[in-house]
């Protein structure tokens, strides 16, 4: 994680010293104005508080796709090392989409970097059905990163051990899994598979990947051995757990608490470009020595962990110091997450 710091706060210092000029200020602010807004009027002269406003949305951007990008590379490097470090020279698998191309390509012999672009096909085509153009692109790119880094980067077999290669394979794997899920994409197909399905069939995200998995272990103990299926179990729960703890424990669904003075333009945010419903509170905010009272509206809104990312960065451009509050939702019943697409 040191490195990804180090990497991030590279980006950021290089980004600053860009954008320290006036002149390019107003440049990307111009750039950023036309692009968000193409049906107004080009000679138009925007006011200087439309152009910062606009810069500062480009600077959040920016920072957030940069971010993205250093997380999902240093996501496929780490899965890539958990692959040919420890689970191909072993016959290991794991499961989901992954266990998919890792079972194919031990029986037949074609390569897993060929095998997890094709099988993942489907799935980036569904995710851009249910969470649109953006996270499928960075989707496809980050699978077609993995395929090409199984591909042309060597990593050294670090042990033949079969517990350590189950622990230790899975661990590279859902950290690299985990990495990507921050930077706003995925490199196992099998989530997006859940969240179509459960949605369909009204059954949760957890069983729809629990079904999914048992396929894949009692696939893995009739072509291969009971003995590899086992230790692939240890891989999977090995993987499961590190990604959980990557992503910080975020489940299926979050439930945002969003407290700030500029609530009506939150609300219009999350309803128009998140496309989620909202319960707006009637509260009193306390603040400052004397514990001053003003009346104030709370946002309340669920939204799935793929979304999480997106929905801060939105808040962040209306009101860097609104005061949001997380929380970890099982299942959700009823209301419009479940029907309408998610929009990413």
């Not at 291969?224 to 590190?242: D, K, P, Q």
Request: net charge positive; proline share 2%; hydrophobic share 50%.
């Amino acid at each position: 994680m040191q490195s990804l710091y180090y990497a991030h706060s590279a980006l950021v210092s290089l980004l600053n010293l860009t954008i320290m000029n006036a002149s390019w200020k107003r440049f990307f602010a111009t750039l950023f104005l036309k692009l968000n807004h193409p049906q107004s009027d080009s000679a138009k002269k925007h006011s200087a508080y439309q152009r910062a406003k606009a810069f500062r949305e480009f600077v959040i951007n920016l920072r957030r796709h940069a971010k993205d990008v250093v997380l999902i590379t240093i996501g496929i490097f780490s899965a890539s090392f958990g692959f040919k470090g420890f689970l191909l020279t072993n016959h290991f698998i794991d499961g989901g989409v992954t266990g998919i191309s890792l079972l194919v390509s031990a029986l037949s012999g074609l390569p897993l970097s060929l095998l997890i672009v094709c099988i993942n096909i489907p799935f980036i085509i569904l995710g851009y059905n249910i969470m649109g153009k953006t996270f499928a692109i960075k989707t496809a790119l980050a699978i077609t990163g993995l395929a090409i880094c199984i591909f042309a980067v060597d990593f050294p077999n670090v042990t033949n051990d079969n517990l350590l290669v189950a622990v230790f394979g899975g661990f590279f794997l859902g950290a690299g899994i985990g990495l990507a899920v921050r930077g706003g994409a995925v490199i196992d197909g099998t989530e997006v598979l859940a969240i179509y399905l459960s949605r369909k069939f009204g059954t949760t995200m957890g069983d729809v990947v629990i079904a999914i998995n048992v396929m894949i272990f009692s696939a893995a103990a009739y072509f291969l051995s009971i003995e590899i299926a086992l230790y692939s179990m240890i891989t999977y729960l090995a993987a499961s757990r590190t990604l959980d703890f990557i992503i910080e424990g975020i489940e299926e669904y979050i439930g945002v608490t969003i407290i700030s003075s500029h609530s009506e333009e939150i609300r219009q945010m999350i309803i128009e470009n998140m496309g989620r419903g909202v319960t707006v509170y009637s509260g009193k905010g306390g603040f400052g020595k004397k514990g001053d009272v003003r009346d104030i509206d709370i946002i309340y809104t669920v939204v799935t962990r793929l979304e999480l990312n997106k929905l801060n960065t939105e808040i962040e451009k209306i009101d860097p110091h609104s005061f949001v509050v997380m929380s970890s939702i099982k299942d959700t019943k009823g209301g419009m997450i479940k029907k309408r697409p998610l929009k990413h």
